[in-house]
């Protein structure tokens, strides 16, 4: 069998006395679009930066595609990196969109998403440029290439930054509220290319306030309350016929 893309175990995640997350469980495997809904504070975008080691959780285990990343205590007692060669190898599978682009100003978009192919995993510049140019055609930008990210709108940028996520051959996407730094006309164009990275079968990982793109989307739904999965199931069952009663009063107050 075959084992799942991602594998979340009894995480944890403390910054000082708060206790952001309380034991998250989570499974993605190959093609599941999971989408990670709850109310501001409860822990989502955390647990995704997490998964990625942008922030260190302090307990629980992470598993891509089989493979455990292998965890020390660090100093102030959450969990670090103990093999920063494979922590390496282990980040450039599982892709991070920001809300934020985070994108080089210095750098043209080309420039921009052949970096990482070529210093992490080694690819020549030819094939990465020709890699990034049908990524660029796929997230409806090609002609933007030469240009800088201070040049493009909001939305071509997030754009830009899938792309750059994507010339990595990720396994698994994380996409941190991706929309949510754009302006209202700028949205659908983002959520477009993401439902089009799910129709291709894609496995993701979607923090979003866009419920009706959410449940349209979505393998599974996953609601999040102070840091525990309160709610899991398909988007029906979590939309329509939620056990919990915080999860429903959270899906009426966003209709």
């Known amino acids: 069998m ?22 998250v469980d989570l499974v993605a495997n190959d093609g599941a679009v999971i989408s990670i809904l709850g109310s501001s504070g409860s822990g989502k975008s955390t647990l995704l ?15 891509v595609a089989g493979e455990e990343m292998k965890l020390k205590a660090g100093r102030d007692g959450a969990l670090v990196a103990a093999d920063s060669k494979q ?7 599982v892709g991070f969109v920001f809300q934020s682009f985070n994108l080089w ?34 997230v409806g930008i090609a002609d933007k290439r030469h240009a800088f990210p201070a040049q493009l709108s909001g939305g071509q940028q997030q754009r830009a930054a899938i792309a750059r996520t994507l010339a990595m051959q990720p396994r698994v ?11 209202p006309e700028m949205v659908q164009e983002v959520l477009s290319v993401i439902r089009a990275l799910a129709d291709e079968g894609r496995t993701m990982l979607l923090v979003t306030h866009e419920m009706g793109f959410a449940r349209q989307v979505s393998s599974e739904v996953v609601f999040l309350h102070q840091g525990q999965v309160e709610e899991i199931g398909t988007p029906e069952q979590v939309f329509e016929h939620s056990k919990s009663e915080r ?7 966003h209709k």
């Open 173 to 183: 996407i994380l996409f941190d509220e991706p929309t949510s730094a754009l302006d």
């Open 49 to 63: 930066r997490c998964i990625n080691l942008l922030e260190n959780p302090n307990e629980g285990q992470i598993i």
């Open 2 to 23: 075959t084992p799942p893309a991602l594998e979340v175990r009894n995480l944890h995640k403390r910054f000082g006395d708060l206790e952001v997350l309380k034991g």
């Open 247 to 253: 999860c429903r009063q959270f899906m009426s107050s």
């Open 105 to 138: 100003p210095h750098m043209s978009i080309l420039d921009n998403i052949i970096e990482a192919p070529r210093r992490v995993l080694g690819q020549p510049k030819a094939d990465a440029i020709a890699a990034a140019e049908l990524f660029l055609e796929k």
């Open 87 to 93: 922590i390496n190898r282990l980040r450039a599978r």
